[in-house]
T-cell receptor
C-alpha cells in the first residue's frame, strides 16, 4: 500500500514568517493530494488540494507544490497568523483506489 | 446543513464492553470512512464503504465491525473493548466518482468521538 511521510512533526514560526511542511509518497499511482487542517477538538478540514496534472496551486496565503518525479509535495503558508496554529495533515489517494493515506501530522505554532 | 454528525462525543468503556459509534451524513455522499487518530500516528483507516450494502476493511480493522444499510448512516461497532482501542474516532464522507470532477474525493469529517477503555 501507499506510505506517506510528513516532516517536520512540529514547527514554530514567528507571526508574519512563512511555514513549509513537506510530504513524500511511495505509490506512483497516487494522483490526488489534499491538505487538511485540524484545530483543537475538531475534525480535519480541507484547506487545499492538488491533482497530479498540476505542479502548483495557490489560494491566497496557502500554496501547494507537487513534484511527481520525486514523489513529494509541500504546503507553503505565507504571512502566518496566530489563527494558522493547528495540526496539518497531508494525504495521498490514487484514482483506482478507495483509500486516503495520511501523513502523521505537523503541529504548527505561530508565535505572536 | 449538518454535514457529518458523530455521536457520542465522549465515552468511557470498561474492558470487554461493547458499543456503537454512530455516524450520519446529509450530503448524499456515496463514500463513508471510519478513521482512528492516535498521538503522533496520524489518521488510520479502520473501515470504509463505497455505497449502501458495501463495506471493506482498511488498515486497522481488527476489533471493529461496520454496516451500511443506508446512504446516510455508517455505524462503527466495537466488540469486547480493549485498552488498545482508546483513541479518537473520526467518521468522514465524500463523493468519489473519479478525480476529474470538481469536488470529487473531498473528505468531510465529523467532529470526532473520544473513546477511553479502562
Amino acid at each position: 500500500g501507499e506510505n506517506v511521510e510528513q516532516h517536520p512533526s512540529t514547527l514554530s514560526v514567528q507571526e508574519g514568517d512563512s511555514a513549509v511542511i513537506k510530504c513524500t509518497y511511495s505509490d506512483s499511482a497516487s494522483n490526488y493530494f489534499p491538505w487538511y487542517k485540524q484545530e483543537l477538538g475538531k475534525g480535519p478540514q480541507l484547506i487545499i488540494d492538488i491533482r497530479s496534472n498540476v505542479g502548483e496551486k495557490k489560494d491566497q496565503r496557502i500554496a501547494v507544490t507537487l513534484n511527481k518525479t520525486a514523489k513529494h509535495f509541500s504546503l507553503h503558508i505565507t504571512e502566518t497568523q496566530p489563527e494558522d496554529s493547528a495540526v496539518y495533515f497531508c494525504a495521498a489517494k490514487s484514482n483506482t483506489g478507495n483509500q486516503f493515506y495520511f501523513g502523521t501530522g505537523t503541529s504548527l505554532t505561530v508565535i505572536p | 446543513n449538518a454535514g457529518v454528525t458523530q455521536t457520542p462525543k465522549f465515552r468511557i468503556l470498561k474492558i470487554g464492553q461493547s458499543m456503537t459509534l454512530q455516524c450520519t451524513q446529509d450530503m448524499n455522499h456515496n463514500y463513508m470512512y471510519w478513521y482512528r487518530q492516535d498521538p503522533g500516528m496520524g489518521l488510520k483507516l479502520i473501515y470504509y464503504s463505497v455505497g449502501a450494502g458495501i463495506t471493506d476493511k482498511g488498515e486497522v480493522p481488527n476489533g471493529y465491525n461496520v454496516s451500511r444499510s443506508t446512504t446516510e448512516d455508517f455505524p462503527l461497532r466495537l466488540e469486547l473493548a480493549a485498552p488498545s482501542q482508546t483513541s479518537v474516532y473520526f467518521c468522514a464522507s465524500s463523493y468519489s466518482y473519479g478525480t476529474g470532477r470538481a469536488g470529487a474525493n473531498v473528505l468531510t469529517f465529523g467532529a470526532g468521538s473520544r473513546l477511553t477503555v479502562l
